[in-house]
């Protein structure tokens, strides 16, 4: 009896210090709690040694500390955004990626002029779990300098993997060198924006879960809101980037001008001034910024509507506008000498159309190119090396789609048939929902090989918005991309 009293006077005790235990959990330790308002930290840099730049990418899924309070992610070495990657051109990335989460990956250098193929920028490659792998690009001497960045690219895995974390900045460097000597060694500052859903400790990552109606929270460099400093009169160079999974965002800092000199790391012909950029996913901008009157300046997405109904305006940043006014204003540049081309001269080889469209099949939504749902066994289109060709782009649906092409920059020569005057060349342009219509041109100066275009919400990419691209030589017939094996379409 006694035994038995005893018994079961330690099961009950037992059994309230467990739901105790268990209560206090559901009410603190298992909420992410972001923390807004801490100091702007950057992502840790990699920089070249004897002109390689080496860098191991570990992705684990589990706990990391995101905002101050821990939340479950997928990213690339138990950051939620990865070391930055710093590489000069003619220089080369060697990337060891350990994939120790349970799914398959691979990644992919967004906007990287490099070979497509191989070990190189193919993402048309599988790392199976539990596997080490080695990727190596090599940059030409004649690269861009600018800011890129590096996502992971596993057709119907994109957006969740992303979402969870594994994307990181490139900076191809050179751009400074660029500018009048005076703003040379301007502060430069590393701003990529990302959203995250949650669902309690976790970040959302598997992608029927994912939607543009849920809330998210939106990043930069992976906290809530940071704030950084700004002398008046200062010049800083900032590099922003889209390395989100599916959000735009329309980014504005209360009447500063921000004074575009690169746009996806391709230096502009012209520069020019906007008070609102457009930051559709995976776009970039190289900004140069100058601290005006002394006070508290919030950068942040303003409006917009990208179909989906307003998006309204939110907070990203704080910035503190320090004084007073000590230097007197560095002028800023008018032109760049930049090394890429315009190609309004060159002789147009072949004419193109696409049209993005969405629908649902009987509930299972379904984002096209011409009809098709990407098929990793075709190679839709097959230009010719050493050619440019026209593209003209249709959306003939009721979202803005950010089309993306691997490997080559293209030139904006249309927008909705007005003649288009392009600052530069870019890597993503919006193809405005409604019946939009945009031409681009492509050269396929170099190389050969397999890639991709797509739209750049990863969400359609993954619902099949994306076509297979074999620039081939004379004489050559196209052939089917290389197979990384199984399907990964959710
Ligand atoms: Cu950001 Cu197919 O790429
Ligand atoms: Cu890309
Ligand atoms: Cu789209």
Redesign the pocket.
């Known amino acids: 009896m006694k035994v038995g009293r005893v018994l079961r006077f330690t099961l009950a005790a037992a059994a309230a210090a467990l739901l105790a235990a268990l209560s206090a959990g559901c009410g603190s330790s298992s909420e992410w709690e972001p923390q807004s308002g801490e100091a702007l930290r950057e992502p840790a840099q990699i920089y070249p040694k004897h002109g390689v730049a080496k860098v191991e990418l570990k992705a684990v899924r589990g706990k990391i500390k995101v905002a101050g309070s821990e939340i479950e992610a997928q990213p690339f070495n138990g950051t939620l955004i990865g070391p930055t990657i710093h590489v000069h051109p003619g220089q080369r990335i060697e990337a060891t990626i350990h994939n120790a989460t349970a799914e398959d990956t691979n990644i992919?250098y967004?906007?990287l002029h490099v070979s497509p193929n191989g070990i190189s920028d193919n993402?048309f490659r599988d790392f199976d779990p539990n596997g080490t792998f080695t990727s190596i690009v090599e940059l030409p001497n004649d690269h861009s300098p600018g800011t890129y960045?590096y996502?992971v690219?596993l057709h119907g895995l994109t957006e969740q993997q992303v979402m969870g974390g594994m994307s990181g900045l490139i900076v191809v460097e050179g751009l400074e060198e660029l500018l009048p000597k005076p703003l040379r060694d301007v502060r430069q500052r590393q701003l990529a924006i990302r959203d995250v859903q949650a669902e309690g400790d976790a970040i959302v990552m598997k992608d029927e879960h994912i939607s543009p109606v849920k809330p998210s929270t939106w990043l930069v460099d992976g906290q809530l809101e940071p704030n950084f400093e700004l002398a008046s009169g200062e010049t800083q160079l900032w590099r922003l980037a889209n390395i989100g999974a599916d959000r735009f965002y329309e980014i504005g800092l209360e009447g500063i001008p921000f004074t575009v000199i690169a746009q996806d790391g391709s230096p502009v012909w012209r520069t020019f001034q906007t008070n609102r950029l457009a930051l559709p996913p995976?776009r970039r901008y190289d900004v140069l910024v100058q601290g005006g009157e002394p006070g508290t300046y919030s950068l942040r997405s303003l409006q917009l509507n990208m179909g989906r109904g307003k998006q309204a305006a939110r907070d990203l940043a704080t910035v503190e506008v320090t004084g007073p006014a000590a230097a007197p204003y560095k002028p800023l540049p008018r032109t760049l000498k930049t090394p890429a081309k315009p190609l309004n001269s060159r002789r147009i080889a072949k004419h193109r159309e696409f049209v993005f469209t969405l629908t649902d099949f009987n509930g299972d939504f379904k984002a096209l190119i011409n009809g098709e749902l990407f098929d990793p066994e075709v190679s839709n289109v097959a230009p010719l090396l050493n050619t440019v060709e026209e593209w003209t782009l249709v959306n003939r649906s009721n979202e803005d789609h950010p089309f993306?092409i691997?490997v080559n920059d293209f030139q904006v020569m249309e927008v909705d048939g007005e003649p288009y005057r392009a600052p530069g060349l870019q890597d993503v342009v919006v193809i405005p929902r409604d019946g939009g219509e945009v031409v681009i041109r492509v050269p396929f100066d170099d190389f050969p090989g397999h890639f991709?275009?797509?739209c750049?919400i990863l969400s359609h990419?993954d619902a099949g918005m994306?076509q297979a691209v074999d620039v081939i030589r004379p004489g050559e017939a196209p052939s089917p991309p290389p197979q990384g094996g199984h399907s990964h379409m959710g």
Do not use: A
């Open positions: 992919h967004h906007g993402v960045w996502h690219h995976g993306h691997h991709v275009f797509h750049h990419e994306m």
